[in-house]
């Protein structure tokens, strides 16, 4: 059972540089969504899809972007990377949205120096 | 803005003892659940809850929904070192959004 795969697990960036991390499930999910994770700060909501071709903005979207194309794929991509972007990312998907159990990726480390 | 409080931040203790950890909002959701992150890893669901007022029991996790859906509690009996990790609190309502709580980390010391 794959479930969420998220790529890399760990990335260095250097300011300015833009980088696109992966998520992809095979649950059939329609709901997909990424957060971002901080000491202290819990999980925040960047960006969601609700299906194929729709989506939306989280908590936290600036300085990211995310398409969805297909109901497996949800790509965040880093535009200009800023060191106050270094955290932990996790991708969830979940089969409806609320009362429905979120499934999480095993996260992707981030460094922007 | 974060929407779900958690109480304690941080929460050492021997095995064997009781706790309580507290999750609180000013806003009303349609279910909340709690989660459990260890190192390395992803949240994983530990339970749901969605009617006012209900308990739900998960072995020696006790887990409780406010009467006015604003908030829930997390009772652990008899804690063993097995349930150290990171617990997550999330709400979520008719706007497509989960909201996570700032989460509690249990530290159970054999």
């Known amino acids: 059972n794959a479930g969420v795969t998220q790529t890399p697990k760990f990335q260095v960036l250097k300011t300015g540089q833009s980088m696109t991390l992966q998520c992809a499930q095979d649950?059939?999910?329609?709901?997909m969504s990424w957060y971002r994770q901080d000491p202290g700060m819990g999980l925040r909501l960047i960006h969601y899809?609700?299906?194929?071709?729709?989506?939306d903005q989280g908590e936290v979207p600036n300085g990211y972007n995310v398409s969805r194309s297909t109901t497996e794929d949800f790509p965040l991509r880093l535009l200009s990377a800023a060191p106050s972007q270094t955290s932990v990312y996790f991708c969830?998907?979940?089969?409806?949205?609320?009362?429905?159990?979120?499934?999480f990726g095993e996260g992707s480390r981030l460094t922007v120096l | 803005t974060q929407l779900l409080e958690q109480s304690p931040q941080f929460l050492s203790i021997q095995e064997g003892e009781n706790l309580t950890v507290y999750c609180n909002s000013s806003s009303v959701f349609s279910s909340l659940q709690w989660y459990r992150q260890e190192p390395g890893e992803g949240p994983v669901l530990l339970v749901t809850v969605v009617t006012g007022g209900e308990v739900k029991k998960l072995k020696r996790l006790t887990f409780q929904f406010g009467d006015a859906r604003k908030d829930s509690s997390l009772h652990i009996t008899a804690a063993q070192p097995g349930d150290t990790g990171l617990y997550l609190c999330a709400g979520s309502n008719t706007g497509n959004q989960f909201y996570f709580g700032t989460g509690t980390s249990l530290t159970v010391i054999p």
């Open positions: 649950m059939n999910h329609e709901y």
């Open positions: 969830a998907s979940s089969i409806w949205v609320n009362t429905g159990e979120l499934f």
């Open positions: 899809s609700v299906g194929a071709g729709i989506t």
